[in-house]
């Protein structure tokens, strides 16, 4: 699966972006979708997930309300809605594709429950 993640850019506090990724082959044993954000010197953290299959969402605490992950089947393209951005937002952001379960249930928050990432986008958000 090969991932491109695109939509990134500076943008005022309060504002909004919408974050695509496309994955170019797409294969059938997709489970999920997920997006991961990082910053310099610290840990990829997890942002929301989308199960490919019947569209189940996961979010973080720090952008449920604001953020909205959704997908396009027809495109093969995952989207992430960014509203009411804030400074602290701003990192650089990855798409991931997990093509096995690690356990039922599973919210798709770790990294190790991805084998496919596609490369990054700076979001930018200034106060």
């Known amino acids: 699966v090969q991932l491109q993640a695109s939509g990134g850019g500076l943008v005022q506090a309060g504002g909004s972006l919408r974050l695509s990724c496309a994955a170019s082959t797409f294969r059938s044993d997709i489970y999920a979708i997920g997006w991961f954000r990082q910053v310099p010197g610290k840990e990829r953290e997890f942002v929301a997930a989308?199960?490919?299959?019947?569209?189940?969402?996961y979010y973080a605490d720090s952008v449920k309300s604001r953020f909205t992950v959704s997908r396009d089947m027809a495109k093969s393209t995952v989207y992430l809605q960014m509203n009411s951005l804030k400074p602290e937002d701003t990192a650089v952001y990855y798409c991931?594709?997990?093509?096995?379960?690690?356990?039922?249930?599973?919210?798709?928050?770790?990294?190790?429950?991805?084998?496919?990432w596609g490369q990054g986008t700076q979001v930018t958000v200034s106060s």
């Open positions: 991931a594709a997990a093509t096995f379960v690690l356990r039922d249930g599973s919210r798709f928050e770790k990294e190790y429950e991805y084998d496919y």
């Open positions: 989308i199960r490919w299959s019947g569209g189940s969402t």
